[in-house]
């Protein structure tokens, strides 16, 4: 069983630097992409910050200089630090992944996989 597993959400004031983590486990033959989204309350999910498994990253407009993603392919880990952080950052994180799960010493396919969400919030 593949599951996504986050840590490092917390409270911080503004101006502060959290970061996340995201680990997988389970019986994985190789994961692609790997990203965070997030969800503030009444607003729909958006994509924050994704990387590729050769390294190749986008971002937000609204993060863009202010966070960095990275990941750990030892680990099958991806971190997101988040630096000079705003109120408007609050939301609850998830992680996301494209992970194609061991079968039969092989792949037999490539899925999509999500964190339960670490909450953020950025307050005085």
């Given at each position: 069983?593949?599951?996504?597993?986050?840590?490092?959400?917390?409270?911080?004031?503004?101006?502060?630097s959290?970061?996340?983590s995201?680990?997988?486990?389970?019986?994985?033959?190789?994961?692609?992409?790997?990203?965070?989204?997030?969800?503030?309350?009444?607003?729909?999910?958006?994509?924050?910050a994704?990387?590729?498994s050769?390294?190749?990253?986008?971002?937000?407009?609204?993060?863009k200089g202010?966070?960095?993603?990275?990941r750990?392919n030892?680990?099958?880990?991806?971190?997101?630090?988040m630096?000079?952080?705003?109120?408007?950052?609050?939301?609850v994180?998830?992680?996301?992944?494209e992970?194609?799960?061991?079968?039969?010493?092989?792949?037999?396919?490539?899925?999509?996989?999500w964190?339960?969400g670490?909450?953020v919030?950025?307050s005085?």
């Open positions: 069983q593949v599951q996504l597993v986050e840590s490092g959400g917390g409270l911080v004031q503004p101006g502060g959290l970061r996340l995201c680990a997988a486990s389970g019986n994985i033959f190789s994961i692609n992409a790997m990203g965070w989204y997030r969800q503030a309350p009444g607003k729909q999910r958006e994509l924050v994704g990387i590729t050769g390294g190749g990253t986008n971002y937000a407009d609204s993060v202010r966070f960095t993603i990275s750990d030892a680990k099958n880990t991806v971190y997101l630090q630096n000079s952080l705003k109120p408007e950052d609050t939301a994180y998830y992680c996301n992944a992970i194609r799960p061991l079968y039969r010493g092989s792949w037999a396919g490539e899925y999509e996989y964190g339960q670490t909450q919030t950025v005085s």
